[in-house]
């Protein structure tokens, strides 16, 4: 039972473009949405964070939507650049049964020059 | 500030064999997780400490895997005997408290095949 999914396991963008990265979850507890950015051969660093109770959250060149109804979250990187070039998590997390932090399978991002 | 530390990076084994593996925490973390995460997948939490005490081992498959946390600090997380689908690599991560999962900081992880 995948509650966080992220359908897209690759994305390639070009350098100065913006990249998209979707995330859809199907458990109605989650009230806290987080991304994940892991580079090969290390552990994964947390990039930026959405509560419920807001529609966008942005730092930097880092956006990250939430909309509820639709239980979907995106995050939008712009400009992009090589260095963002890593696999993408989505998490989330809420109250009761979905205490658990529950991360969805990844998107593996390429920036091109 | 150092962060978390595993050992070790890579650990072949043939399958029924047992192996361990370790994590120190980043200094005054009190939480204490360990995931494991299969080729493709995302991190699955196994077990979660509070101190040295079990907060969530619900998904931590109990007839084969067992983890401990002496005196809250360092953890050890073996399986034994392994299987070819325990193949994966096992993450350890730490956080000051049970609700910081933005501070949740991991460790590079330690890749396991079983051959």
């Known amino acids: 039972d995948q509650q966080v999914k992220q359908n897209s396991p690759s994305l390639s963008v070009q350098e100065g473009r913006i990249s998209i990265l979707n995330c859809d979850y199907t458990?109605?507890?989650?009230?806290?949405f987080l991304w994940y950015k892991k580079y090969p051969a290390e552990g994964p660093t947390f990039l930026i964070s959405i509560s419920s109770i807001k529609d966008k959250n942005e730092d930097g060149r880092f956006t990250v939507f939430l909309n509820k109804s639709a239980k979907h979250l995106s995050l939008h990187i712009v400009p992009s650049q090589p260095g963002d070039s890593a696999v993408y998590f989505c998490a989330a997390f809420g109250t009761g049964t979905a205490s658990k932090l529950t991360f969805g399978t990844g998107t593996r991002l390429q920036v091109t020059l | 500030e150092a962060g978390v530390a595993q050992s070790p990076r890579y650990k072949i084994i043939e399958k029924r064999q047992s192996v361990a593996f370790w994590c120190n925490p980043i200094?005054?973390?009190?939480?204490l997780y360990w995931y494991q995460q299969i080729l493709g997948q995302g991190p699955k939490l196994l077990i979660q400490?509070?101190?040295?005490?079990?907060?969530?081992d619900s998904q931590l498959p109990k007839d084969r895997f067992s983890a401990e946390r002496l005196k809250g600090v360092d953890s050890t997380l073996k399986i034994q005997p392994a299987k070819l689908e325990d193949s994966a690599v096992y993450l350890c991560?730490?956080?000051?408290?049970?609700?910081?999962?933005?501070?949740?900081?991991f460790g590079s992880g330690t890749q396991l095949s079983v051959l």
């Open positions: 200094s005054g973390h009190a939480t």
């Open positions: 458990n109605s507890m989650f009230d806290y």
């Open positions: 991560a730490s956080s000051l408290g049970d609700r910081d999962r933005e501070k949740l900081f």
């Open positions: 400490f509070q101190n040295n005490g079990v907060v969530d």
